[in-house]
């Protein structure tokens, strides 16, 4: 319970600094054991604008090969494929109160890559 604890006050502390806009939504991202979740969120109107997950249909009927930090680099390109077709360039990155290593950074370098701008 205690490292949940620590990354809602971490969570709570960045989320402080940080809030996206209708120009510069956030890109929030959340892992659980088994798979990676991320959004683009306009906190102005409170409205989710792109979504992906390593659970989206895209990849339904794909053979995903349990690389979890492979799946992470397929979800950070899907959402910057996504934010180009809703016609989001910038965004700003929420890592959630998680480290910014492995499956976090594995997205936000694919959406870097895919032509996402942090």
Known sequence: MAKKDNRLFRKARIRK???GSTERPRLTVYKSLKHIYAQVVDDSTGRT?????????????????GDKKAD??????????????????????DRNGFPYHGR????A???REAGLQF
């Open 17 to 19: 600094k940080i809030s």
């Open 49 to 65: 604008l792109a979504y992906a997950s390593s659970l989206s249909k895209e990849f339904k009927g794909k053979e995903l090969d």
């Open 72 to 93: 992470a680099r397929r979800v950070g390109a899907l959402i910057a494929e996504k934010c180009k077709a809703a016609n989001i360039n910038q965004v700003v990155f």
């Open 104 to 107: 976090i950074a594995a997205v």
């Open 109 to 111: 370098d694919a959406a």
